[in-house]
């Protein structure tokens, strides 16, 4: 007897350091190590052009030219929870390798009790998450990336 359904993809390779851009692009490495557990999947786009979706402990590194670039993470709650978008801008010189981190953090607040909603043990309430984006030193990104695997590349159009 079998199982009908769709598989999941596998996770990518496991994080390594990737080598020193070309002098006259840059690097951009984008991960995500939510500290609190979150189901949802953010929508990455660089330069209004669309990446694909990043989970949690997962990472992705592109090459661009060098400049500004707007980076734009756009999630989708689940249930009760909302919507949620967040955008950036990096500058970044030749040769140049960035770092962002990109969280998703639930934020809860006390309602009313005549509601009825439980949320992590509280009575009642209402939730949102919503995505971070924000740029950290090489130093600090690197004992979280060792953590991460490549984001899995089967939702994506790439860039």
């Not at 596998?10 to 995500?32: A, K, M, N, Q, W």
């Not at 969280?103 to 971070?132: C, D, H, K, Y």
């Not at 984006?133 to 990336?145: C, E, T």
């Amino acid at each position: 007897m079998g199982f009908l359904g769709c598989a999941a993809t596998p996770p990518g390779p496991p994080f390594s350091v990737p080598e020193d851009p070309p002098d006259h692009r840059t690097r951009l490495i984008l991960y995500r190590a939510d500290r609190q557990a979150s189901a949802a999947s953010v929508r990455i786009t660089v330069d209004g052009r669309e990446l694909g979706q990043l989970r949690n402990h997962e990472y992705e590194t592109i090459l661009l030219g060098a400049g500004s670039h707007i980076i734009r993470a756009d999630l989708r709650g689940f249930a009760f929870l909302a919507w949620g978008w967040n955008s950036h801008q990096i500058r970044l010189s030749p040769g140049e390798t960035g770092y962002l981190e990109i969280s998703v953090r639930l934020s809860a607040r006390n309602v009313p009790p005549t509601r009825q909603l439980e949320i992590a043990g509280r009575p009642s309430g209402t939730a949102s998450e919503n995505v971070f984006i924000v740029p950290i030193s090489a130093k600090s990104a690197m004992p979280i990336l060792e953590g991460t695997t490549r984001r899995r590349t089967r939702d994506s159009a790439g860039l």
